[in-house]
């Protein structure tokens, strides 16, 4: 890949070809002669000279090399990643005519974004329809689907959707608690995304066995909180589920901790460090196993080192980078070379990307992993610790 500063090409080229440009005087064009395809790549928010940019980077130019140097390539092609530079994003997010048609005729078949999800959704709008497969590397935060309520048909991403939560706090409880257990459910009624959190929660409980207790508050500094907490613990609740944000879920700790409530508290989202300073919590998160890998990580260090030189320090990362420039390669090779409705279809049956010590096949339904581990984390107030391991499939997650 080009952001690999130093590396020399297997393929004797111009080396200022890129997605921009078009012939380069009497060299041999590979896109012109269409034997090479393009993929275009969207830098992390720190940008592609930071350690982030470069595990990105390293890991496609891992990928390019591995593919280019079969006999066949991909389909009879060579492929190309090439990074996005900042004047390329600004003129597609502000208007992506010029640009989808500049990439169309330089072969550009797809597009691996490392964005955040601000520059995503900007992105989903820009490109859903512009005859480009779109891999996120992440896509935790932004949903995939149309207005149908279906995937847009040329849109993949690696995480599941935020959602996941609700999955994960559901399968945790029929692991750890009896049945008959009183679960309380915290959440503010006024925010349409966690009432319909709260009504799925609450679906999921009961058809476990449990007896959920919605608890509606509006917003985290509701001053009925604290009746409303005794009220369900007298009920019968012993865990309170918040669906609230960080700072909410550390008022709802607040409350129970001065009032000496027998409840658990969990947070129904990931780790951060305000709710890691409180004893007791638990989240679920999908990023944690990933992160703890251990040797699969290693290995996949090494692999990058020993065809490209660089050693990656962001190694979670670089395995997404990996794992996007997989399946574009091997939805490639499926359909034959050919971008569009062909490569689309290619994609939602591509599986054995590599994933850490695990590997993640694409649910044709939700364009996301069928199932990926979540891990349980309790904090004692100064670190995370990995309590449980749940498995949630993408397709229980509605978007």
């Not at 309380?184 to 476990?208: C, H, K, V, Y």
């Not at 091997?330 to 689309?344: E, I, N, R, V």
């Not at 649910?363 to 904090?379: F, K, N, W």
Request: proline share 5%.
């Amino acid at each position: 890949m080009e952001a690999v500063r130093g590396m020399v090409s297997v393929v004797v080229v111009c080396l200022v070809l890129a997605l921009s440009v078009g012939n380069c005087g009497a060299a041999v064009d590979p896109v012109e002669e269409e034997w090479l395809l393009q993929v275009a790549v969207v830098p992390p928010a720190q940008g592609w000279d930071s350690p982030e940019g470069t595990a990105a980077a390293a890991a496609l130019e891992y990928v390019e090399r591995e593919t280019n140097s079969r006999r066949d390539g991909v389909a009879g092609n060579d492929i190309r990643f090439v990074e996005i530079e900042p004047a390329t994003m600004e003129d597609l997010l502000e208007d992506a005519t010029s640009v989808v048609e500049r990439w169309k005729s330089r072969r550009v078949v797809a597009v691996v974004s490392f964005a955040d999800a601000v520059t995503t959704y900007d992105l989903l709008q820009q490109l859903a329809g512009s005859g480009f497969a779109l891999i996120l590397a992440f896509g935790r935060d932004v949903s995939l689907a149309d207005g149908e309520g279906e995937p847009f048909p040329s849109v993949f991403a690696l995480d599941l959707y935020k959602r996941y939560t609700i999955r994960a706090v559901a399968a945790r409880a029929s692991r750890a608690l009896p049945q008959g257990t009183g679960i309380a459910i915290l959440a503010d009624r006024l925010d349409p995304f966690l009432a319909e959190s709260t009504r799925l929660l609450q679906r999921d409980l009961g058809l476990r066995g449990f007896s959920p207790l919605p608890i509606w508050i509006a917003g985290y500094a509701d001053r009925n909180l604290r009746n409303r907490l005794l009220e369900a613990s007298s009920a019968g609740a012993e865990v309170v589920v918040s669906l609230l944000g960080p700072l909410g879920t550390l008022d709802v700790w607040t409350r129970i901790e001065r009032n000496a409530l027998p409840m658990e508290l969990w947070h129904a989202g990931g780790r951060n460090e305000m709710v890691r300073a409180r004893p007791g919590v638990l989240v679920v998160d999908q990023e944690w196993p990933l992160e703890h890998a251990g040797r699969g990580l290693q290995d996949i260090r090494m692999d990058i080192w020993d065809s490209t030189g660089v050693m990656v320090d962001r190694m979670p990362l670089a395995v997404r980078s990996l794992a996007a420039g997989t399946l574009v390669v091997q939805g490639l090779q499926a359909s034959g070379g050919k971008g569009g409705t062909p490569l689309y279809r290619a994609l939602e049956g591509v599986g054995g990307l590599p994933f850490g010590d695990r590997t993640l096949a694409i649910d044709a339904s939700t364009h996301r992993p069928g199932e990926r581990r979540i891990a349980v984390l309790s904090t004692d107030g100064e670190t995370w610790r990995m309590v449980d391991t749940v498995a949630v499939q993408s397709r229980f997650v509605p978007e």
